[in-house]
T-cell receptor, first 111, second 112 residues
């Protein structure tokens, strides 16, 4: 059974701070890793993808992957109240056919 | 505008009454998938399709059917809905296997 674990939160940070979201996964053969943002009542929206070890930056977002530790994280710099949402970690199977999602971490950014 | 559409967006039905939730994408994507989202359980994959006439089970396929006769459409069929299928359903599509999936707006289904 493939598992993706996330702290459910809520993670509360003040506006302007760095928010750090973490995810661990069980399938050592996983090849692809994604972060989705989901606002309340809305559908998930892809914000980052990462495929190799190390960091990947896109604007205020940085995804970090460590396959040896089976760990992926998302850093949000200069957090804004509009970043308040649930962040879903998703891990692609080694067979390139299915995504397994974590249950999500709720982020609250206070003005 | 590139999008995934689902219909209906909201549906209340009764146990045993067959229903179909439609999903259509206009991005010429090969990969399409259905998920259900439940509080405390997160997003779980029901079925996916790698291409026309190619479908396979996800993690929670029991009680559901799908078909992929055209590239753009991937309907979800509940032949005999039960109350435990009350959930929020999302259709998603991707141009490359499961990567970078675009999600539809969701269908909230209530089975009484």
């Amino acid at each position: 059974q493939k598992e993706v674990e996330q702290n459910s939160g809520p993670l509360s940070v003040p506006e302007g701070a760095i928010a750090s979201l973490n995810c661990t996964y069980s399938d050592r053969g996983s090849q692809s890793f994604f972060w989705y943002r989901q606002y309340s009542g809305k559908s998930p929206e892809l914000i980052m993808s990462i495929y190799s070890n190390g960091d990947k930056e896109d604007g205020r977002f940085t995804a970090q992957l460590n396959k040896a530790s089976q760990y992926v994280s998302l850093l949000i710099r200069d957090s804004q109240p509009s970043d308040s949402a649930t962040y879903l970690c998703a891990v692609g199977s080694s067979g390139y056919s299915t995504l397994t999602f974590g249950k999500g971490t709720m982020l609250l950014v206070s003005p | 505008e590139a999008q995934v559409t689902q219909n209906p967006r909201y549906l209340i039905t009764v146990t045993g009454k067959k229903l179909t939730v439609t999903c259509s994408q206009n991005m010429n994507h090969e990969y399409m998938s259905w998920y259900r989202q439940d509080p405390g359980l997160g997003l779980r994959q029901i079925y996916y399709s790698m291409n026309v006439e190619v479908t396979d089970k996800g993690d929670v396929p029991e009680g559901y059917k799908v078909s992929r006769k055209e590239k753009r459409n991937f309907p979800l069929i509940l032949e005999s809905p039960s109350p435990n299928q009350t959930s929020l359903y999302f259709c998603a599509s991707s141009g490359r296997s499961y990567n970078e999936q675009f999600f539809g707006p969701g269908t909230r289904l209530t089975v009484l």
